[in-house]
């Protein structure tokens, strides 16, 4: 089982949809999740970061962590063609952080 | 502030041969993480350098090493090329607790 497993999609929303990307980890231990997003030929950007349990807001981001069910999410309300890229999600164990596939998504105008 | 910068940004090597990058972390930054991210397998860690010292290697064989210069630059040397080392090599740099931040990358083709 991989540490952070991610439904690569890909995913394609109409402009202004809500977006709803997800996660799940196997390790508990650790609590420090973040949110990449990668745009075509280009390296991930951070996005947000989390630690432990609840939201984060940030603009028309919200990343969530589910400790119980062991889920993060991200959250893009009022989504944007420039919100097209590969988001990828991470959980940061000290050392090094681990890494979902991505989820490739498409934003139609 | 630049950001971390690689080079060459693309690459193109015959199987059996040696390849090097190249990366330049943030000014400040002393940690340089290297990973692969190949098609459909997400980032692969590979390697963390800080202070000129390696610190963790991910799952890869011994033809994948490098080192962290004095000035907090690094390389990743990979020998004897295979055709599934084809990918996008990935530098990070971060300074204490912060998150990553990647570079745009080297895309290796091996042929």
């Known amino acids: 089982q991989k540490e952070v497993e991610q439904d690569p999609g890909p995913l394609s929303v109409p402009e202004g949809a809500i977006v709803s990307l997800n996660c799940t980890y196997s390790?508990?231990?650790?609590?420090?999740f973040m949110w990449y997003r990668q745009y075509s030929r280009k390296g991930p950007e951070l996005l947000m970061y989390?630690?432990?349990?609840g939201n984060k807001e940030d603009g028309r981001f919200t990343a969530q962590v589910d400790k119980s069910s062991k889920y993060i999410s991200l959250f893009i309300r009022d989504s944007q063609p420039s919100d097209s890229a590969t988001y990828l999600c991470a959980q940061n164990t000290g050392n090094q952080f681990y890494f979902g596939t991505g989820t490739s998504l498409t934003v139609i105008p | 502030e630049a950001g971390v910068t690689q080079s060459p940004t693309h690459l193109i090597k015959t199987r059996g041969q040696q390849a090097t990058l190249r990366c330049s972390p943030i000014s400040g930054h002393t940690s340089v993480y290297w990973y692969q991210q190949a098609l459909g397998l997400g980032l692969q860690f590979l390697l963390w350098?800080?202070?000129?010292?390696?610190?963790n290697r991910g799952n890869f064989p011994p033809r994948f090493s490098g080192r962290q210069f004095p000035n907090y630059s690094s390389e990743l040397n990979v020998n004897a090329l295979e055709l599934e080392d084809s990918a996008l090599y990935l530098c990070?740099?971060?300074?204490?607790?912060?998150?990553?931040?990647f570079g745009s990358g080297t895309r290796l083709t091996v042929v």
């Open positions: 390790n508990s231990a650790f609590q420090y």
């Open positions: 990070a740099s971060r300074k204490g607790g912060s998150g990553y931040t």
């Open positions: 350098y800080d202070e000129g010292e390696e610190r």
């Open positions: 989390t630690y432990s349990s």
